[in-house]
């Protein structure tokens, strides 16, 4: 069943516009992505948190393109990738070394499952891409990964590659059961700076005030709260920020969506030298290719593809 408050983001401000932030939920964009894959549980729940991430990232930003958020490490999952269109269509998939999984596990000694998103990926680098598509280059942030949680990685990138004051706190809720599906969300806020040299009646004590107690409320709020499907998002925010002169701006909706196509997925096979497509075709000269995104399989004829590259020349 979906739920009207979640699979949604929120946008506000506090004090006239000297605060900028979203408060993101999502949970049927989650299930339908995990059900996709099939992953091992504590892939399935670094992929939730990273497309939370991901949705909170993407909402703070004008674009017209595509945006990606990258995470690729040396650990047991090697990369953990979520993409999102600029009308919300969201789509995340991983990589993963299924006996590195079960080795780490070992070697910490630990039962548990689930383990913070930088324990499983390693050291490598998160980045942030946005690609207008539409020739001029894109534009990318990249950090490398430090920090305990997801949360701590994506606030060393604000600092180092985007270097805005941001607030930020992930949350995520895993199954219990098996009528119960992930949820997770994410909240953050930024200052920014008053535009124009626009005269202001907020004073620098007053930003201090209100940034210091705003990092207090939202290092306050609780999964259980945050994840409550009986709240709306503006209720949170209410509760969070009622005396901030909050000003909720608007609400956008997200939704898996994945942008394969059979047509695509042949002009990239058809990119393969013969011999390579040789090498990919079974006994009776076809190729299966399964998008890495959603699953969907694609069947082709060798001749096909053979075809395509005549006329490419
Ligand atoms: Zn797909």
């Given amino acids: 069943m979906t739920n009207k408050n979640f699979d949604t983001c929120a946008s506000f401000y506090l004090e ?21 894959h099939q992953y ?44 999102v269109t600029a009308d919300g269509k969201i789509r995340s998939c991983a990589k993963f070394d299924e006996k590195k999984l079960e080795q780490a596990k070992t070697l910490r000694k630990t039962q548990d499952i689930f383990e913070e998103v930088p324990h499983l990926v390693g050291g490598g680098y998160m980045a942030l891409t946005v690609d207008e598509q539409n020739g001029q280059p ?5 950090v490398d990964l430090q920090g305990k949680t997801l949360t701590e990685l994506a606030l060393r990138y604000f600092d180092k590659s985007e270097q805005i004051p941001t ?15 992930y949820m997770a969300g994410g909240i953050i806020l930024q200052k920014i700076p008053l535009k124009g040299g626009k005269k202001s009646d907020i004073t620098p004590e007053k930003i201090n005030q209100t940034w210091e107690d705003a990092a207090a409320f939202i290092e306050s709020l609780k999964e259980d709260e ?39 997925l042949q002009k990239t096979l058809s990119g393969f030298s013969p011999a390579e497509i040789e090498e990919m075709c079974d006994n009776e000269g076809n190729i299966e290719a399964t998008c890495h995104f959603c699953s969907q399989k694609y069947s082709f004829k060798k001749t096909e593809l053979v075809n395509e590259q005549k006329n490419l020349q």
């Fill in 16 to 36: 006239g516009g000297a605060f900028m932030g979203r408060l993101v939920r999502l949970n049927t964009v989650l299930k339908t992505i995990l059900k996709n």
């Fill in 40 to 83: 091992p549980q504590n892939v399935s729940s670094a992929l939730a948190e990273t497309t939370a991430l991901a949705a909170v990232c993407s909402s703070m930003l004008k674009f017209n393109g595509l945006f990606t958020l990258q995470i690729q490490g040396n650990g047991p999952v090697s990369l953990l990738v979520t993409d």
């Fill in 138 to 142: 894109p534009y990318q942030g990249v």
């Fill in 167 to 181: 607030l930020l706190k992930l949350f995520i809720k895993r199954p219990e059961g098996e009528s119960r599906s």
């Fill in 226 to 264: 945050m994840l409550d499907a009986n709240l709306s998002l503006k209720q949170i925010l209410t509760r969070l920020f009622h005396q901030n002169n909050l000003e909720i701006s608007g609400v956008k909706n997200f939704e898996f969506g994945c942008r394969c196509s059979r047509e695509k």
